[in-house]
């Protein structure tokens, strides 16, 4: 674990947790669910224009997927079509089997909730997407509330509303800074930033690495999100 911040004392009560690359491995079902929306749309497999598209769809890991949409086709009604032909694609493949907890995250929110922290899952996906991921892992119930952008008024990262709606709807601590934000990419980062969390962790497990997660304001970088306890634990010890 690396800290490139001040310590900042933290109760550390609310933690919003990522899902795909974060909590959930989904072994680059992003890109296969979108390379599905695209052909549905028109954009013909191997060419340039397929080519930029993908590029854009792995930089912007961990924003609202209908946001991406919108700047890779413009119109609103086709930015709407292909979200749908993605969410629709993606959820195939989730019930195909290829989608996975990432070790450790299930028992990670068990003892963090043990602990008496709220959990909050978020995802950039639909609410029928997150609902599918939820149901193919069991996780229904799992943490304590899920929010995916819609859920937030419509904006999803890198904008801070879904750390906000966490915060608001859980009444878990007083203050936004005693909440902790989870994630694998810049946008999980800047999220945080923009709500003030107090602790902005960045994991290894997905989109970025850690010089990334850093510039984009992480104030730990975790190997995985199974060493977030531990970390929460440091924290709380003089000097830490």
């Not at 947790?17 to 929306?37: H, I, W």
């Not at 195909?96 to 922290?117: D, N, Q, S, V």
Request: proline letters at 4%.
């Amino acid at each position: 674990m690396t800290d490139n911040t001040p310590h900042r004392t933290t109760s550390a009560k609310l933690i919003v947790l990522d899902m795909a690359g974060t909590t959930v491995a989904d072994g680059g079902l992003v890109e296969r669910a979108f390379e599905r929306a695209a052909e549905r749309l028109g954009v013909e497999p191997g060419s340039a224009d397929h080519t930029a598209k993908l590029q854009y769809v792995r930089d912007t890991m961990g924003e609202s997927k209908i946001s991406v949409f919108r700047h890779l086709f413009g119109a609103e009604d086709l930015a709407q079509r292909a979200n749908s032909a993605f969410e629709e694609a993606y959820g195939e493949l989730v019930d195909g089997g290829l989608i996975a907890p990432l070790p450790g995250a299930r028992e990670t929110i068990e003892k963090l909730r043990a602990e008496g922290r709220t959990v909050v899952l978020t995802t950039g996906f639909a609410r029928v997407t997150q609902d599918a991921i939820l149901d193919a892992l069991g996780w229904q119930g799992l943490a304590d509330l899920t929010l995916c952008p819609a859920d937030a008024g419509g904006r999803g990262r890198p904008y801070p509303d879904m750390v906000l709606a966490a915060f608001l709807r859980t009444g878990a601590v007083a203050d936004v800074r005693e909440s902790v934000v989870v994630g694998d990419t810049a946008y999980d980062m800047l999220s945080g930033v923009r709500a003030g969390a107090g602790i902005v962790a960045g994991v290894l497990t997905g989109a970025h690495d850690g010089a990334t997660l850093r510039e984009h304001g992480a104030t730990h970088v975790l190997a995985s999100v199974a060493d977030l306890p531990a970390a929460l634990e440091q924290q709380r010890e003089p000097g830490a």
